[in-house]
């Protein structure tokens, strides 16, 4: 299961679940619409054990990945230790239920990664009907929220991410722009968001 700390983006779901229509509806990406990391008021600002958790659901693996909100869905990455195993799981808002558990990616050979990092550290992106969902080289996928299908996936941008990927992606209009910054190669790729194609493909 996650360390605590990582298992605290589950339980921090439930708070303030009460504090009425202030609560965002949605969190797509890393720090949020426009990653600025802003929602509003309506959160609670102390909680414990019991205190201002409205659910606790333990996640298999771990991940660094923050959380990413779409109506009443909460999908979050994950990764067994060994970086054999990528997954994403996808938990109901207002009960914490696990709803979907796709394992999305077996690897033969993991790259390194440090003790401090994670093989499920990049945030996905999520819109309506879709989440987007990176583990760096190993594989990017894109799910389907409603049914669970993967309607495409690539496994051919490669790196040495040295440490771990880390680097988030972002939805502009029709792309899916991902960073790749390698210690053998840095690029940054645009993904037809429908498809997985290819459009373009720049070096740092």
């Known amino acids: 299961m996650r360390s605590i700390v990582s298992g605290l983006s589950a339980v921090l779901l439930g708070v303030g679940a009460d504090a009425g229509p202030a609560v965002v509806a949605t969190w797509p990406q890393f720090r949020g619409a426009g990653g600025v990391g802003h929602h509003g008021a309506g959160l609670a600002v102390s909680w414990g054990e019991e205190e201002n ?8 693996g771990k991940g660094w990945a923050s ?18 195993e990528l997954s994403v799981v996808a938990v109901d808002r207002a009960t914490g239920a696990v709803i979907r558990d796709l394992k999305l990616f077996e690897v033969e050979a993991p790259q390194f990664c440090h003790r401090f990092n994670s093989y499920a550290s990049p945030t996905p992106v999520i819109e309506q009907g879709r989440i987007y969902v990176t583990f760096g080289s190993p594989g990017i996928a894109c799910v389907d929220t409603r049914t669970g299908r993967v309607l495409w996936e690539r496994r051919d941008f490669e790196c040495n991410h040295y440490r771990g990927a880390g680097a988030s992606p972002i939805v502009y209009r029709d792309l899916l722009i991902l960073p790749f910054d390698g210690s053998d190669r840095q690029y940054i790729v645009a993904l037809d968001k429908a498809t997985g194609r290819k459009v373009w493909l720049t070096e740092r």
Not at 53 to 60: C, L, S
Not at 67 to 84: H, K, S, Y
């Open 67 to 84: 959380p990413v909100i779409w109506g009443d869905q909460v999908w979050l990455a994950t990764a067994t230790e060994d970086g054999r």
């Open 53 to 60: 958790v409205r659910w606790k659901t333990a996640i298999h």
